[in-house]
């Protein structure tokens, strides 16, 4: 797909975003402007965490996630509900594949439903969809 192509993409769900490294990029700096960026970063954490296969790992990246994110007063401290952050509290000691799941769908609703259609509407992505038509209508004059 031409990055045009790709940029207009974005649009249609935070996932085309999240799956490209160029939308990715300006989906964080948009989250940066609004001071939220801790919640794709956590998503992030996340995505990494499930593909970790050795089990003393599972425990030492469970536990970072934790202290960055879930842990009151965390430096990076996601909104999620007091029951979820209470079940990754009570299981963290033993901490499974799946221990973050529901915050991380939590996050990324919030994602969807709050940030991303206010990102379609920032400059951030206005830009780049512009820079993205800019460089594909030079790429077809003939002269």
Same mark, same amino acid.
């Given at each position: 797909? #031409? =990055?045009? %192509?790709?940029?207009?993409?974005?649009?249609?769900? &935070? /996932?085309?975003?999240?799956?490209?490294?160029? %939308?990715?990029? *300006?989906?964080?700096?948009?989250?940066?402007?609004?001071?939220?960026?801790?919640?794709?970063?956590?998503?992030?954490? @996340?995505?990494?965490?499930?593909?970790?296969?050795?089990?003393?790992?599972?425990?030492?990246? *469970?536990?970072?996630?934790?202290?960055?994110f879930i842990q009151a007063d965390a430096p990076k401290e996601i909104?999620?509900?007091?029951?979820?952050? =209470?079940?990754?509290?009570?299981?963290?000691?033993? $901490?499974?594949?799946? @221990?973050?799941?529901?915050? !991380?769908? #939590?996050?990324?609703s919030l994602m969807a439903k709050d940030s991303f259609p206010r990102?379609?509407?920032?400059?951030?992505?206005?830009?780049? &969809?512009?820079?993205? !038509? /800019?460089? =594909?209508?030079?790429?077809?004059? $003939?002269?």
């Open positions: 797909r #031409s =990055n045009a %192509g790709e940029t207009m993409a974005w649009s249609e769900s &935070v /996932d085309t975003v999240l799956a490209s490294k160029e %939308g990715l990029a *300006a989906f964080r700096t948009f989250l940066k402007s609004e001071f939220s960026e801790e919640n794709v970063e956590f998503w992030l954490a @996340c995505e990494d965490f499930k593909k970790t296969k050795s089990s003393t790992k599972i425990a030492s990246k *469970a536990r970072k996630i934790y202290s960055d909104n999620i509900d007091f029951h979820t952050k =209470n079940d990754i509290s009570e299981n963290i000691s033993e $901490p499974t594949l799946s @221990c973050f799941d529901a915050a !991380q769908k #939590s996050v990324y990102f379609l509407r920032s400059e951030v992505y206005k830009e780049l &969809v512009k820079r993205h !038509q /800019d460089r =594909n209508h030079k790429r077809w004059l $003939p002269f």
